[in-house]
Every structure is written in C-alpha cells, then in structure tokens.
C-alpha cells in the first residue's frame, strides 16, 4: 500500500460513475410505456414494504377498548 490517492482503493479504481446512472449497461432508450410500467411495478414495491414497516405501539389501554375504535381514532 502505498498511500497515494486511488492506490488501492477509493473510486479512482472502482467503476463509479462510468456505467452511467443506474449502474446498468446503457441500451436503447425505453419506450413511455415500459417506463409507466417499470414505475408502477417499482410504486407496488414501495407500498407493499412500507405497509409492513409502519408499527406503532400502544399500550396501557383498557380492555374495554375495541381495535377498530382505536383504528378510527388513529386515523383522525
């Protein structure tokens, strides 16, 4: 190692940034509709992952309490 810039690591060596964005091989430019469907495809994706990350955590409630009373209440 010899400590000079872009020896043996950094980006100097790496293929950062050559690929183009996207990291893939540049081809032939995508039509409106295979874009509008890669972005749907890739908003389901979002969608269905975030619906699973979103927990909050309530206690000390009674047990009077029913869940879709607290489901309404939190959607308020």
Excluded: C, I
């Amino acid at each position: 190692m010899s400590g000079a810039p872009g020896a043996t690591g950094g980006y100097s060596g790496s293929s950062y940034g050559r690929e183009g964005r996207g990291g893939g091989a540049a081809g032939p430019p995508r039509s409106f509709e295979e874009r509008a469907q890669a972005k749907e495809q890739m908003m389901a994706s979002v969608r269905e992952s975030s619906q699973q990350e979103r927990r909050v955590y309530v206690g000390n409630l009674s047990y009077d309490v029913k869940w879709h009373h607290l489901k309404d209440f939190m959607r308020q």
